[in-house]
Structure formats: C-alpha cells, structure tokens
C-alpha cells in the first residue's frame, strides 16, 4: 500500500515538471496566433473582409482568393453617379470651366473640411497649403503652394485633380468621397485665400470661376 | 486741403519705395543663381535628374538632346507658344506624356542658365546607400528555444548525479576496504530515490504540492489564453513600419485605414493608396529599394517609364486583429460616434515597426471598457437626442458619480447586441 503511494506521487512530480515545462514555453513564436478554440470561426468559410483566403483545388492546386475586389464590371453602387469628365487635359480644362461645388458654403462643410484637408492632404501639403508638409519634403519636389502657383486654381481643377490625380499626386477618389472633395476643396480655398469671393458671389456661383479661368488661361 | 497738399509728396516716397523695391527685386533675380534651389522648386515633382521618368522625362543628357540652349529657355519660360509655333522638336516633346507641362514665365535666362548647369554637373552619389541597406536588413535573430535549454538542464543535472552516486559509492568501498569490511550491495537508484522519499515525508509532500499548484496555475493561464491573440506579430509580405508612417512622418492613421469612419472594417490600404506617395518616394529609410519595389511589383509600376506597365498582383497583408465570426464589431460606431482614438484597442501602433496586437480583445476586455466609457458623439447627434434624454432623466436622481451614462447603460452590453 505505503510502496503504491510513494509510486503514484513520484509519477505525479514527474508529470508535474513535464506539463511545466510545455506551458511555461508557449507563445513565444510572434508569427502564431496561439491556441484557437473554433479555428472556423476564426477563419471562416465566407468571405470576412481584409482576409486573404486559400483554397485548395480538387486537384490539388491552390487558389488565392483576396476578400476586397472590385466591383463585378458594369455594376454600380447604389445612388452612384458617375463623373463626366475624361482623364484628359481637355477633361481637365472642361471640368475647370463648368464643374461647380454643389454645396452650400456652411461653416460646418469647411470645419469639415479643415479636418479632411488636415488628415488627407497636408502630409504633403502641409497644414496651411505651402506644400511645406513632412511627407512632401521626401517627395523629389514639395508640392506647389496654394498662395502663388496655385493661387487662381478653380474648383472644378481641384475636383478633377482629386478624383484622378495628377502629375506626381495621386487619386483620392478611393479615400474620399465627392461629397468630401468638395468641402476639402472649400477649405482649400480659403488658404488660397479666394473663400471671400466664393461668400459673397454663392448665389451666382458660375461668375468668379470663369474670372478666375481667364486669369489663370497664359499658363497651361 | 491738408490733403492735396500731402498728395505730392506720398506720390514721391511711393514711386521711391517702388524704385527700391524693384532694385531689391532685380538684386534677387541676379543672386537667384542657385540652380539646385530652382530646379528643386519648379522641375524636381516631374524631372528627375536621371534617365528615369516621374512624370516628365529624365533630365541626363538633355542638353545634347534638345535643339539649342535658346529652345530650352523658349520651352521652358511659354511652352504652349513654342508648341503652336510649329517647332518640330517642340511638337515632338508635347507627346510625350497626356499631362502638359505649365510655363514658368517667372524664371528669367539666367535662372534656366542654372538650372542647365546644375542638371550638366550633376553626378549620381555613389550607391554607399544600396550597401547599408542590405547591412540594415539585420538577420533575424534566432533565440534559443527555452524548452531545449530545459532539456539540457535536466539532462545534465541527471549526469551529475549518477556520476556523484557512482564516486560516492567507490569511496565507501574503499573505505570499507580500509577497514576491512564486505562491499556494500548495491542499490538501484529508483531504490534510493523511494527510501530517501520514505526517509523525508514532510519535504517531498512540500515539493509536490509546490509542482501541483504551478500545474494547475499554469494551466490555468494555458487555458485562459486559448483563442487570445495578444502578442500576435505576424512577419508581413512587406516590411512596412507603422513607426516611419505614422510616428515620423506623422501621417494620419485616417489616410491609409480610411474605412474606419465609413464601414464596419477600417480597411487595409489598397496599393493605390501607397502609390499616393511612393509614386515620388522609391527608396525608404531602413531597407533602401528593396521594400518599396515590392509595392511597385504589386502595382504593376514601372519606376523607369514612370508609368502602370506591368500585370498587377494583390499583396497578401496578414490581418493581425481579428475577431470570431460570432462576435460583431463596426469601427465605424466606435470611431465616429463613440469618438474613440485608435490607440485605445490597438496600442500606440506609431512607435511600433512590426504591427502587433497589444490587447486581449475578450469579451471581459470589451465588456469593461463599455461599463466605464461614455458616448462623446451623442450629446450632439439628433439621432440620439431622444435617448440621451431619456437616460438622463432616469439616473439624474442618482449620486453624481453614477450619473455617467456610459455604454452598457444604454444597452451596451446585452448579448444580442454583438452576439446575433
């Protein structure tokens, strides 16, 4: 009796030491998330977003499957409207002459605005429109600056430009939308300097852009 | 009177002012001889100085390329004239790319004077740059593997005593010898360690209850940590540093993960979206070309042309925070209404290099923020105004301290509000 106790608490320290030492060691490895309880609710069968899924063929080739497509060609999101203008110069002076913010100027629109133009464009920009911005310091050249380069830029340029970028900027039409672009345009303006303009002439908004295409037209 | 009588003399200070001013002006425009100052103003976002192409042609070598040095100034100050003037090489140029270049009228000959010569004297720096990144990419290092030194340890420590039982029992009979006496019999060792247990009853039932509780202890915690993703670290496909973006260059986290206000997911970037500024930026600080012409090959962008030439492939981003299917969770609550900053679940994710998960993500975890966390955005939300009022009404007779009202007062922790 006294031998099988002994033996049972001797095989019980052995089984001791051993099932420390496996756990006092998991979790070291960063590239493994740990134990899963589930693992198909972790990883599921139906498309979560931002995972990348394999699958596995019948023939034993593997597919890859990235969550985040693009839409199936010739489908639209809903209350989509699509904009007129090419991805051309003769799109970009025609957007500068007609294209027109439709949104009323409200202070809220260009608080907004500050803080989309704050968080969107002044890594290069920089936060007043000097192209003075971290990021555009790194660039092979800062950006031009709002105040004399860009100073009589219209707003259907900004639009345009926004949407499809241009020269070494790229396009924003995936992190903003157009309701967006035009209160960071709004802003814009106004580091132009040319918001007082906008306030006072809101009721006829087509007069001070075409002014301001005539002066800027000796430059291309 | 007074008036007309100044009048002269303001004219005069005016003109004189202007006289000034304007000799300041041209005493500028003459010391403006700076060309890397010039040229990085107004060329360096299209030109580079090689033969690459950002989004006008290289600039190497142009001087034997074009006409003459006139029809460089000519270009350069009205280009558009030049153009509709029918200059052949002019016309020639104009095709190169959709995007015009604007005219520079501001700069004078002597200005495109140096610019040219910068451009001409211009060497390439040595590629001192190509080695110290490929020294910066330190080798992983491999740290042993704790159960292996264990192992090792109980190994040897196992050695060291059949080697002490092995000499002590020589010795005793050598001493038994000495003094005439029979070799002792001898024992096996799972003999000994049984008497020796026998012998010390008290210690040996301490040491097991000692091994029993760090069992079950560590178990415990073994058990707790199943499905916990703490301390997840995946290696990325590409070695981007949440440090570089965000902390030093101080990008919003808004920029990239641009979803997190919009939609349930904050998003991973897609490749355009690193293309908005590595278009311009083509060698990174730590690993030099080698990351960033990973980001290229995802985009299909040809750094040399300047253009998308190539086929594109997605990168395969390993998600590091991820939830179970059976839990939801939108950002966009969180992030507008709630007005939470992203560091509060995922750590100060700017001074990190590899992004990691630093918070539990367990339901206790979710379930204690929302007991001490009130709504900022529903004071101010008419969707909410009814709500707030209400609950306002209702604890406005409690003592002030439990007047909050905090997530899980209006609902926020009800099981079928993330489990459905």
């Known amino acids: ?220 | 009177m007074d008036t007309i009588c100044k009048q002269p003399k303001k004219q005069i200070l005016a003109k004189f002012s202007l006289l000034i001013f304007s000799f300041f002006l041209s005493i500028n425009c003459v010391s403006a001889q700076d060309g890397e100052k010039i040229f990085k103003q107004n060329c360096a976002v299209c030109h580079s100085l090689g033969s690459n192409t950002i989004v006008g042609p290289g600039l190497q070598g142009v001087i034997s390329r074009v006409p003459s040095e006139e029809w460089m100034f000519k270009w350069i100050q009205n280009n558009e004239a030049l153009i509709k003037s029918g200059d052949a090489y002019a016309v020639k140029v104009s095709t190169f790319s959709p995007a015009a270049m604007p005219s520079f009228t501001t700069l004078a000959d002597a200005d495109i004077k140096a610019v040219i010569k910068y451009v001409k004297e211009y060497k390439e720096p040595a590629p001192v740059a190509a080695t110290a990144a490929s020294g910066a990419t330190a080798p992983v290092e491999k740290g042993a593997n704790p159960l292996a030194i264990l192992i090792g340890v109980l190994a040897f420590l196992i050695l060291l005593v059949a080697i002490l039982r092995a000499v002590r029992y020589s010795l005793k009979n050598i001493q038994n010898a000495n003094s005439g006496l029979p070799n002792d019999a001898k024992i096996g060792f799972w003999k000994e360690f049984k008497n020796s247990v026998n012998a010390h009853k008290r210690t040996t039932a301490l040491v097991i209850l000692f091994l029993l509780g760090g069992c079950l202890s560590s178990g415990w915690y073994a058990l707790k940590g199943i499905g916990v993703y703490e301390g997840y670290q995946p290696t990325q496909p590409i070695a981007f540093s949440h440090k570089i973006h965000a902390g030093d260059n101080a990008i919003d986290c808004q920029y990239c993960h641009s979803g997190a206000e919009k939609s349930k997911t904050a998003g991973i970037p897609s490749v355009n979206v690193c293309m908005n500024c590595h278009k311009g930026i083509s060698k990174g600080p730590i690993t030099g070309k080698t990351e960033i012409a990973k980001i290229y090959e995802a985009a299909g962008w040809d750094p040399d042309k300047g253009a998308y030439t190539k086929p594109q492939k997605p990168i395969q981003w390993i998600k590091v925070h991820n939830l179970p299917d059976f839990v939801f969770f939108s950002h966009q609550q969180h992030v507008k209404v709630g007005q939470q900053d992203c560091a509060t679940c995922h750590g100060d994710v700017k001074t990190m290099t590899t992004a990691v998960q630093v918070m539990p993500l367990t339901m206790v975890w979710c379930i204690n923020c929302h007991r001490a966390t009130e709504v900022p955005g529903m004071q101010s939300n008419p969707y909410y105004e009814k709500l707030h009022k209400n609950l306002t009404e209702k604890f406005k007779n409690q003592p002030f301290d439990q007047r909050k009202i905090t997530v899980d007062r209006m609902g926020g922790i009800e099981c079928s509000k993330c489990h459905y």
């Open chain 1, 1 to 220: 009796m006294k031998k099988k106790v002994t033996k049972i608490i001797s095989l019980m320290a052995v089984f001791g030491c051993v099932t420390l030492s496996f756990t006092s060691c998991s979790k070291h490895d960063p590239n493994s998330p740990g134990v899963e309880f589930a693992p198909d609710m972790y990883r599921s069968p139906s498309l979560e977003s931002n995972l990348f899924y394999v699958n596995k063929n019948a023939d034993g080739t593997f597919d890859t499957l990235a969550s985040n497509r693009l839409p199936v060609a010739g489908t639209i999101p809903r209350g989509f409207m699509p904009y007129g203008y090419p991805n051309t110069l003769e799109g970009y002076e025609a957007a500068g002459l007609n294209l027109h913010n439709p949104l009323p100027k409200t202070d809220e629109n260009l608080q907004r605005g500050e803080f989309l133009f704050n968080r969107f464009c002044s890594p290069c920009h920089g936060k007043s429109g000097e192209g003075d911005g971290i990021v555009g310091s790194k660039l092979p050249g800062p950006p031009p600056s709002y105040k004399t380069v860009l100073k009589n830029l219209p707003e259907g340029k900004m639009f345009h430009t926004l949407t499809y970028g241009k020269n070494l900027m790229g396009s924003h039409a995936s992190q903003l939308t157009k309701e967006e672009r035009w209160k960071v345009i709004m802003y814009v303006q106004k580091l132009q300097g040319n918001d007082a303009a906008t306030v006072a002439t809101d009721s006829t908004k087509k007069e001070p852009v075409v002014v301001a295409v005539k002066a800027e037209k000796p430059k291309k």
